[in-house]
């Protein structure tokens, strides 16, 4: 019989960016629920999270850092090591999005995208990797790509950008650290109820546009995206390297 305790997460750190709403609360819950001890990063309060997460008596910190600026990572490292002692899994979650005509992009909002949902998420991943090389035990990052990671989109040149190029960093990442025990996978949303979407989804007809062409027929939740999040943090995904996963409600598949 198939033992159970290898999607568990039981006595590992994990810690996530974004951690004080959408996706990176789902998935900050997702793991304390999984037995794991939370770390959420974010630039506005977690205590939403934090009472989530304390309504079971599950085991939550907060980082109060922005991650517009990879200055941060230092101490980041440094309080999450002094809260639970070592970090075993990273999950990148943080992400912004600026819609605008690709003839209207500023430099100031190219780089604003640029800098928190690509340049921060390899810097995250070199801090931990490092660690990881040196006391060999290993680790898992997760890197939160998108549909954008697949897809032009309208109007969002930069986040594509960032995104595709997540997709590419969780490959390379992969090839040089699964030799060191260390699973770089991403996970790729479909369109889901987040602040995020919030104006594509109070658009009528971007909104109607959108959920027609999902299979699943909805939205998805921060729910949505627990189990992946989890089996790609967990034992059983030992053997999987540099892929992203998709919960999408078969966006691509159509
Ligand atoms: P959201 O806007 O609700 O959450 C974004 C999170 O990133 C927030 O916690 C925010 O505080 C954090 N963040 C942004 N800039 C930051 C900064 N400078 N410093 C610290 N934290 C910062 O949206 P979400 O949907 O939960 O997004 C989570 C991730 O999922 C993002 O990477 C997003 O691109 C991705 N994603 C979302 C969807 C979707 O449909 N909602 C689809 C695909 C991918």
Sequence with gaps: MTD???????????L???????LGQ???VAYAKAGANVVGVARRSCQETA??????????????????????IPRIVEEAQKAFGRVDILVNN?????????VDVTEEDWDAVIDVNEKMVFFLCRAFAEKWIADQKGGKIINIASMLSYQGGIRVPAYTSSKSAVIGLTRALANEW?????????IAPGYMETNNTQNLRSDGQRSEEILSRIPAGRWGTPEDVAG?????ASDAAAYIHGFTLAVDGGWLAR
């Design 94 to 102: 943080a992400g912004i999005i600026k819609r605008c005509d690709a």
């Design 16 to 22: 996530v960016t974004g951690a004080n709403t959408g």
């Design 51 to 72: 009472d989530k997460i304390s309504a079971f008596q599950g085991s939550f910190r907060e980082i109060l850092a922005d991650l517009s600026d990879i200055s941060v």
């Design 178 to 186: 699964a030799g060191h025990n260390i699973n770089v996978n991403g």
């Design 26 to 28: 789902g998935i900050c």
């Design 4 to 14: 159970l305790n290898m999607f568990s997460l039981e006595g590992r750190t994990a």
């Design 228 to 232: 992946a999040a989890i089996f790609l």
